[in-house]
């Protein structure tokens, strides 16, 4: 494969030195002619000094992804050794009884732009950057040998293929058609899982480990569910001993699936309660208390254009649910827009706190689940913030 030379600006290679693994195109002076998105390059500073090797996109606003900062082959056994890391250390920490998580996770494992889902026998992928798209057959190759059981189907649909100059991609790579409602295994739990038309690649694998805290804190609670999606958390609440879990959801199908969820666990339809809704109409208009309140929106912000308006939004949902929250309950709240930082979104819970009139205090932090790791030269991968707040 072809290999062009990508020479930074002066004083712009700090960031590579620091194996930040974006450049943007500010920091770009020159790229070698004769390229193509997807194209590997060698990126070199100024005075042509190596830095590292990744791969190119001109028409992105990130010009290179960075791949490793060494001067090494990038192959099919680089994806493949890349690959058989992250198995490693999945089945390093993957609790009992669970057969879904997350096994690549882009930066976070130094693949950027592919992210690997498993759901039992089925790995569902997204290829979501041009460089990660010309290696489509390769990862799918190694994927086969470490995951050989199973079946690949890519969900390439996200907005980010859109920016790189792809087109959507969904569909089959290996093996089989999966069936309309994947069943999966988490924490003894049983889920069902809409990998083709549920949101992202279908279920909510970052939140596993703040899931199992509900199910410790839920015992004789009554416990409001916002943004339910398919009930996660709701049956981690019912099987923690909850006296009662509302479920609030405004998508049909989602709404279908959780109750669906609530049956293969067999939770009681007298335990458990689901409504169609906004969950800020929801909130507006409820007239009683719950002892805990989970808030777990779909991202508010997704540039940096929308942050003060995300801010808002984050403010009016956390201020109607401490509305609601009996003197001593729980709040669980949380952000997954990596543009609303952990120091903005406690800001935010302070003036929601503020103007609700009650005294609240945090007694735990959370983030995503192990097998969504952040590299450490990356900030910008930890998107999730969670706070869990006693309320007086």
Partial sequence: MKIVRCLLAPGKEKPVLHRHPWIFSGAVDQIEEGYAAGDLVRVLSSKEEFL??????????IVVRMLAF????????????????????RK????????????????????????????????????????????????????RKHFPSCGIFEKSDSDLRKWEGLERSVGVLAGGEPPATLEILENGILFGVDIRGGQKTGFFLDQRESRAAVRDLSAGKRVLNCFAYTGGFSIYAAKGGAKEVVSVESSEPAVQLGRMNCQKN???DKLSVWAQQDVFDYLRAAKREFDLIILDP???CKN???????????????????KRIAPGGLLFTFS????????????????????????????RKTSHAFDHPINIYHPEGEYLKGLLCEVS
């Fill in 298 to 300: 779909p991202a508010f």
């Fill in 336 to 363: 997954c827009s990596s543009y609303i930082s952990p120091e903005l979104f406690q800001k935010i819970l302070f003036g929601a706190a503020a103007d609700a009139g009650r005294d609240v205090r945090i007694i």
């Fill in 266 to 268: 067999q939770v009681d």
């Fill in 70 to 89: 060494e001067d090494v082959a990038i192959n099919e056994d680089f994806f493949d050794q890349k690959i058989a890391q992250a198995a490693a250390l």
């Fill in 304 to 322: 940096k254009q929308q942050v003060q308006q995300a801010a808002r939004g984050y403010k009016d949902i956390n201020l109607q649910a401490l």
């Fill in 92 to 143: 390093e920490f993957l609790p009992p009884a669970t057969n879904a998580y997350r096994l690549i996770h882009s930066e976070g494992d130094f693949l950027p732009g592919l992210i690997v889902d498993v759901y039992g026998d089925f790995l569902v992928a997204q290829f979501l950057t041009a460089g990660i798209e010309v290696w489509k057959e390769a990862i799918v190759r190694s994927l």
């Fill in 52 to 61: 590292g090797i990744g791969y190119l996109n001109p028409g992105s606003q």
